[in-house]
Structures are given as C-alpha cells and as structure tokens.
C-alpha cells in the first residue's frame, strides 16, 4: 500500500533563509514522487517530479528534492525563500503505472518579511 | 495558465439542490479527474476518465456522479447535496493513460452549500 506523509501542516521561515518542507512516503514498489504547489485561490501546480533518474531533483523557482530510499523520504527544499514563495505544498507518491495518485495532507509555507 | 478550464468558478446553492461542474481539459489530454478539497479532509481523489470511459474511482459519494464527452470535457454532477459538501472542487487533466503524476490543475470551483 502507498501512503505520504508530510510531516509538518505549517512551517514559517524568514524571507532570505532555508526552506525545508518534510515528506516520508510509503510504498511496496518503486515509487514516483512529486511535489505539487498551490497558491491562495489557485489550481495546484507541479513543482518537480521523480521518476527513478537522478535522486536529487531540481524543479521550477528554485526548489529542489531529494529521494533518500533508505529513509523513505523525499524532502522539498530552497536555499533562500521569497515571499511569493508563501503557499501550501503537496507531497505526492504514485505507484509507477498505477492509477491512484496518493496526495499528502499539505505544508503552508509563511514566508516573513 | 494550465489551459484547464474549469466552471462556474463560484457556487452557492441549498441543501438538497443538484449542480453541475463543467471542466475542459488541456488541449490533446484525454484523461480527466476530479478531486474534492475541504478543510477537514484535504485533497481527495474523486474519479477519473480517460477518453470517455471511467478509469479509476476514489472517494466518490453515490450522490456525485461524473462523465466525460466526446469532445472531452467532463461534467461532476452532485446531487441531493449536504452542508458537509461545501468545498474546492478541482478538475485536473493528463495526456496519458496510465497515471504518470503529471496532472494539470484547473482553478476549481468553489461551491457553499447552505
């Protein structure tokens, strides 16, 4: 059985510092992975996806994500947050070729000025 | 831009009302799904179809109901609906069909039952 697990609702940050946002998955097959964000009144957006290539992974307005198989996770992170980098992230696993996309509760991300 | 259209944006309406969500894919997609998305029970899968024919169910209550056109657009049809069906309702396409992750969301609709 597939299952994803972010482990924080919320998480704030200063704008300029590290953004980590936490996943832990779950999944008897080699997985795929993604990251998806929506902003305040918008549709989801893909950030990055991994698909068994390169287990460090860059996505869109420089985040990235690193598959660590051992620990089952697959944490989002960027180097400096921004302010419209304010919005709530989703985890995502999926079993390669199935047909259930397994989405996470969701992080919001605060970024302060 | 997705290029996934999604309408009405707004909707408020009574207990016991029947409504209809319209969803246009991105041009060329022939998969389509459904997703639900309130406070308290987050993003949930609903149904999906792929060119016409239903492919894959979720969470779906027997009071929804969903079908995908010949010209692709698919319609999620609620009836009979409750308090507790006040949510996001997003409408999200893929070209394939197996399910590869890469779905294009449109920007829901939002729809107050009161």
């Known amino acids: 059985a597939q299952s994803v697990t972010q482990l924080d609702s919320h998480v704030s940050v200063s704008e300029g510092t590290p953004v980590l946002l936490r996943c832990n998955y779950s999944s008897s097959y080699s997985p795929s992975l993604f990251w998806y964000v929506q902003h305040p009144n918008k549709g989801l957006q893909l950030l990055l996806k991994?698909?068994?290539?390169?287990?460090l992974v860059k996505g869109i307005n420089g985040f990235e994500a690193e598959f660590k198989k051992s620990e089952t996770s697959f944490h989002l992170t960027k180097p400096s947050a921004h302010m419209s980098d304010a919005a709530e992230y989703f985890c995502?696993?999926?079993?390669?070729?199935?047909?259930?996309?397994?989405f996470g509760a969701g992080t919001r991300l605060f970024v302060k000025a | 831009d997705s290029g996934v259209t999604q309408t009405p944006k707004h909707l408020i309406t009574a207990t016991g009302q029947r409504v209809t969500l319209r969803c246009s894919p991105r041009?060329?997609?022939?998969?389509v799904y459904w997703y639900q998305q309130s406070l308290d029970q987050g993003l949930q899968f609903l149904i999906q179809y792929y060119n016409g024919e239903e492919r894959a169910k979720g969470n779906i209550l027997e009071r929804f109901s969903a079908q995908q056109f010949p010209d692709l657009h698919s319609e999620l049809n609620l009836s009979s609906l409750e308090l507790g069906d006040s949510a996001l309702y997003f409408c999200a396409s893929s070209s394939g069909t197996g399910n590869t992750g890469e779905l294009f969301f449109g920007e829901g609709s939002r729809l107050t039952v009161l």
């Open positions: 995502v696993v999926i079993h390669t070729g199935g047909f259930k996309t397994i």
């Open positions: 041009s060329g997609d022939l998969s």
């Open positions: 991994y698909t068994s290539a390169a287990t």
